[in-house]
């Protein structure tokens, strides 16, 4: 006897959790409206996406050889203990950054292999955590699906960070921690004196700072907003400023145990006296940190491409919130999560104008995806059609990456490449005047640009100073590669450097053209490539040297 109809549609199975989860979050996406913060998929299915998305966008460099500092010190450390277990690197010397990123790194070429792509690859795990803690803290201050997508793809697609999603150093290591930490950390409406969240946030404050030691400012900051907040106020709420104080502190244990351990191996505290010179003692001239601050603002505001969502977010904040057909207005992030987000970024744009010699935009890397979480917020809030302002910011960070912007920065690998190329192939077991980061390049073949190394006589760069110096002994070399070390942009009128105090305090020079090289040290240029406005030229010399029998 076949069933009523009512009781043959009783009979199928009902769908799934899972499966009401994505319609709600099609239906979200197409309509544009909120979901409720529990109604969002979990994040195991969100992380594969990231994963999935950041290799694709980066599966054309995973194969490059490291560079820059990843062959300066992030590698040499990380190959030090993935073949001694010495958490104090030897062939390199230490610089007494924590030893997280060498563990992780040894980790996985343990289990995969010594291999570029095998780098990049547990790299870019790094970096898709850290999105993923750009997701949860999005949806969790703001509550808004869509929100909370732009904010990743947005802080996926900025040139900084989609560049360090694959490169070896220590900062997106930090950035990642230091997200998860700020997701436990900054208060959103709902939280409730108590919540045991914040010891979470001391965990991943402590893992921030055993990836590198300036991730200390972000808690150390919190720690400083809670006491402030708290003073003169009822004895509970001083009491709950403390307690968060202390949790926030309590990654000064691991890094304090790491420099004693450091100190007892080497005799050296905070690194070799040559790196804390360059990073710390000689940064202290306040002409200096006035000129570190103003890049470090542009850093933050305007770097780029970055200066497209916060013009828009500017103009946005003089609109009215739009409301909905009840008269509602969107989520906004919290007043005092606003607050806590604006002293980080002002208390990580000071500590990196105080600190560190040179101005290396990954050092505020996790705080790039706090400013575009406010723009996307207020974009959402303020703007109808807010969608059309985070497509034009994507557009702007896509550009970025494809188009030079009008200041200087460092080159890139594949002209390096061609180079040594050259030389390993026509001039192998010739001592090769360069600088660095070629000389290492030549000198150490497990960074994957030589099967065997060169003899290398090193210059710091190629101004006519030294140049004028490796004028002065030809005898010591046979070859030179010499290359762009900065990217020089065309002058504008809007141009972004102001070269006396870039010179004078952050190493800005200008390279002599390879044409200027060859005639100075009398040699032949036999192979030159130009890219844009990076260039590479190897010069043969072909002299006779004077030997005297004493």
């Known amino acids: ?154 802080t996926g697609l900025y040139p900084i960070w989609f560049a360090q999603s694959t490169l070896a150093h220590a900062d997106i290591f930090a950035a990642a921690a ?24 001391a965990l991943w404050f402590s893992i921030a700072v055993l990836a590198k030691e300036t991730a200390v400012i972000t808690p150390i900051t919190l720690a400083a907003f809670e006491l402030g907040a708290g003073f003169r106020k009822p004895a509970a709420i001083r009491r709950r400023s403390w307690l968060l104080a202390l949790c926030y502190c309590t990654c000064l244990v691991p890094l304090a145990a790491w420099y004693g351990y450091h100190y007892a191996h080497t005799g050296f505290l905070f690194g070799n006296p040559e790196f804390l010179r360059y990073n710390a003692t000689s940064t202290f001239s306040p002409l ?148 660095w980061p070629v000389s290492d390049e030549l000198t150490r073949p497990e960074l994957g640009y030589v099967a065997s190394p060169f003899d290398v006589e090193r210059l710091e760069d190629f101004t006519a100073t030294q140049i004028d110096r490796a004028a002065q002994d030809p005898g010591g070399y046979s070859t030179a590669l010499i290359f762009s070390t900065k990217e020089d942009p065309v002058p504008l009128p809007f141009h972004l450097n102001s070269f006396a105090l870039d010179e004078q305090y952050f190493g800005m020079h200008h390279d002599l053209s390879p044409g200027a090289v060859a005639r100075q040290l009398g040699g032949d240029i036999v192979w030159q490539r130009s890219d844009d406005l990076e260039w590479a030229a190897v010069i043969r010399f072909h002299r006779t040297v004077e030997a005297q029998l004493h």
């Not at 959790?17 to 099609?26: A, D, F, M, Y």
């Not at 930490?181 to 045991?196: F, I, M, Q």
Request: proline share 8%; aromatic share 14%.
């Open 178 to 201: 230091t997200l998860w930490g700020l997701v436990y950390a900054l208060p959103d409406d709902t939280r409730k004196p108590g919540n045991r969240s914040i010891w979470l946030a």
């Open 288 to 435: 200096r940190i006035l000129a570190a601050f103003g890049h470090r603002l542009l850093h933050l505001f305007a770097h780029m491409n970055m200066f497209v969502p916060v013009l828009c977010t500017t103009a946005a904040m003089v609109l009215d919130p739009v409301k909905d057909e009840n008269g509602q207005t969107q989520n906004r992030v919290s007043f005092p999560a606003q607050a806590r987000i604006y002293v980080l970024l002002l208390a990580n744009a000071l500590e990196f104008s105080v600190l560190g010699g040179a101005l290396l935009t990954r050092y505020l890397l996790p705080m790039y995806p706090l400013v575009l979480l406010i723009a996307v917020s207020t974009f959402h809030r303020r703007v109808r059609y807010w969608q059309l302002l985070t497509a034009f910011s994507a557009a702007a960070f896509v550009a970025a990456l494809f188009i030079n912007p009008p200041y200087a920065f460092a080159p890139v690998i594949r002209l390096h490449q061609q180079a040594i190329h050259q030389l390993a192939t026509r001039y192998p077991g010739s001592t090769v005047l360069t600088a």
């Open 1 to 154: 006897m076949s069933l009523p109809p009512e009781s043959q549609e009783s009979s199928e199975p009902e769908p799934s959790r899972l499966q009401r989860l994505l319609k709600l979050r099609l239906l979200a996406f197409r309509t544009g409206e909120d979901l409720p913060f529990n109604q969002t998929l979990p994040l195991w299915m969100i992380f594969p996406v990231i994963f999935a998305a950041l290799y694709l966008t980066h599966w054309s460099v995973l194969r490059l050889p490291y560079y820059w500092d990843e062959l300066g010190y992030y590698i040499p450390a990380a190959w030090d203990f993935f073949r001694t277990g010495s958490l104090i690197p030897i062939t390199t010397i230490s610089n007494a950054h924590p030893p997280l990123p060498s563990v992780y790194l040894a980790l996985w070429w343990k289990i995969a292999g010594f291999y570029p792509e095998v780098t990049r690859e547990a790299i870019l795990i790094v970096a898709s955590t850290g999105l993923l803690a750009v997701w949860k803290l999005a949806m969790r201050l703001n509550g808004n699906a869509l929100v909370a997508f732009w904010t990743v793809m947005l």
